[in-house]
């Protein structure tokens, strides 16, 4: 797929109902961002396709499947693959490989890309870095790190939701977290911000040389700070992953590098887009707000419903590798299927048709969303690691203005939301 993607706009209505007809009834319906409207509220689509093309396959190439049911069978069926080499190459492929052969050659080694054994290897002495007590004892800090964004943007009676929060809270976390040095961090935002369009479906010729510079930089960056840890151990994670060992095994460099640029990436993109979206639902749905004000205790479970009702990761993907069978639709090997998290999330008959309607903090949410994987450090996104401290005085109320989107349709978030405090 190479057409471009609309830029970042106002929102028009990201309230995820599902309500507004997409097309004419006639018409072929498939997965399509490009379809005018789709950034505003994806979920119009995503609701008429799990109504009538929950199994099928797009023009554009992919099968995709949008019913909670086939998407969670599908993610846990472990027949299936990740590493983009068991599929023909798609015309991103063809694309990078015109720019770069040797680049198009070059194997992910990252564990989201990764099928076992290498995935199982590489986890198990990621996990043996990236341990729940590391992420415990980020707790306090994280805490005095929100406490002063929020005092600061009380102060000035205003504030953009992302960029003076979403954003630099969980990027200053996860950078802390690995140990990148300080001085290097506004350079890091930046190639991150590019790379994490490698993640998305979508990518245009214009964009291929600002990500092969970003991924260039980034791998080079890394490499570097890899060798100065080997040389000054610190309490780190990076640290801790370049020590990991299990029966003699280690991470090579190369491995490393790759799940340090992961774990950068998908530690703080997504988190923007959870923080982002969360907050602009709860703005918008005060009835809720005020109830999670009212008992602090439900934010284990309302963490879990946001992540399901604006799904910060809106896709995933995996590849067939011998024909799969879903309700009469056969899917060849070598094919890649879209799973649809943003369409399953809203799926009526497993969440009930209130589901469409709003966030509610206090569903029982156990064990069925589908936002994201379990991956380490499950203990801070469940809210289970949650600081003690004596609740702050209710803030004045903050009023949204009109969000921005950012307009990628796998990491889907907003780019600001001017708020103001009113007393
Ligand atoms: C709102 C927060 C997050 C969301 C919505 C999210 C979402 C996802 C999704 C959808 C996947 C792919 C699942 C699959 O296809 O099976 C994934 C994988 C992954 N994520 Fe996250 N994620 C979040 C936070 C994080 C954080 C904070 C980190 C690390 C600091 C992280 C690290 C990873 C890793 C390492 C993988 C690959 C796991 C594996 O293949 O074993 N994620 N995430």
Same mark, same amino acid.
């Given at each position: ?8 706009? *106002?929102?028009?209505? %990201?309230?995820?109902?599902?309500? %507004? ?8 319906? !498939?997965?399509?961002?490009?379809? +005018?409207?789709? !950034? ?14 929950? &199994? ?28 983009? @080499?068991?599929?023909? +190459? ?5 694309? &990078?490989?015109? !720019?770069? *052969? ?26 043996k870095a990236f ?34 929060? =979403? ?14 040095p300080d001085a290097?961090?506004?350079? $890091? ?20 040389? %600002? ?39 280690? $991470? ?21 887009n959870l923080i ?17 004000? =009212? ?11 946001? $992540? ?17 069978? &879903? ?5 060849? *090997? ?8 943003? =369409? ?6 497993? !969440? ?16 069925? @969303? $589908?936002? @994201?994987?379990?991956? +380490? ?7 289970? %690691? ?7 005085? +209710? ?29």
């Amino acid at each position: 797929m190479t057409r471009g993607v609309a830029p970042a706009r *106002p929102y028009t209505d %990201a309230v995820p109902t599902g309500e %507004a007809p997409v097309s004419a009834p006639e018409e072929e319906i !498939f997965l399509n961002p490009f379809e +005018p409207g789709f !950034f505003d509220n994806p979920y119009a689509q995503y609701r008429r396709l799990r109504e009538e093309a929950p &199994i099928h396959q797009s023009p554009f190439g992919p099968w995709t499947l949008t019913r909670y049911d086939h998407v969670s069978a599908l993610l846990r069926d472990p027949s299936l693959s990740v590493e983009d @080499r068991n599929a023909p +190459p798609t015309p991103r492929d063809q694309m &990078i490989a015109g !720019f770069d *052969p040797e680049r198009a050659r070059r194997g992910d080694l990252a564990i989201l890309n990764l099928d076992p054994p290498d995935h199982t290897r590489i986890r198990r002495l990621v996990q043996k870095a990236f341990t729940p007590r590391r992420v415990e004892e980020l707790v306090p800090h994280v805490q005095e790190l929100v406490d002063g964004m929020l005092d600061a943007a009380e102060s000035a009676g205003r504030m953009d939701v992302i960029g003076d929060l =979403a954003f630099p809270l969980p990027f200053a976390v996860i950078s802390e977290m690995l140990g990148m040095p300080d001085a290097d961090r506004d350079q $890091l935002r930046d190639w991150s911000h590019t790379l994490v369009k490698t993640l998305e479906p979508i990518l245009t010729v214009e964009e291929m040389p %600002a990500m092969f510079e970003a991924s260039d930089s980034m791998i080079e960056h890394v490499e570097g700070a890899i060798e100065w840890k080997r040389r000054q151990p610190a309490d780190d994670l990076l640290s801790a992953m370049i020590a990991a060992e299990e029966e003699g095994d280690r $991470l090579s460099t190369e491995e490393l590098i790759a799940q340090v640029i992961l774990l950068f990436i998908a530690g703080h993109e997504t988190t923007v887009n959870l923080i982002g979206n969360s907050t602009l639902a709860l703005l918008r749905n005060p009835d809720q707000l005020a109830r999670l004000r =009212a008992e602090p205790d439900l934010i284990g479970n309302a963490v879990e419903e946001l $992540l399901r009702y604006d799904s910060p990761v809106q896709f995933s993907r995996r590849i067939t590798l011998v024909p799969l069978e &879903i309700e009469g639709h056969r899917i060849e *090997p070598g094919n890649f299927v879209f799973t649809v998290l943003g =369409a399953a999330n809203h799926d009526p008959a497993h !969440f009930g048709p209130a589901s469409r309607r709003g966030a509610r903090t206090r569903r029982d949410t156990r064990g069925d @969303r $589908l936002a @994201r994987a379990a991956v +380490p450090g499950d203990a801070a996104r469940d809210g289970r %690691a949650r600081v003690e401290r004596p609740p702050r005085p +209710p803030r004045p109320r903050l009023t949204p203005g009109r969000p921005v989107l950012r307009a990628l349709p796998c990491s889907y978030g907003l780019r600001s939301v001017a708020a103001s405090w009113s007393r």
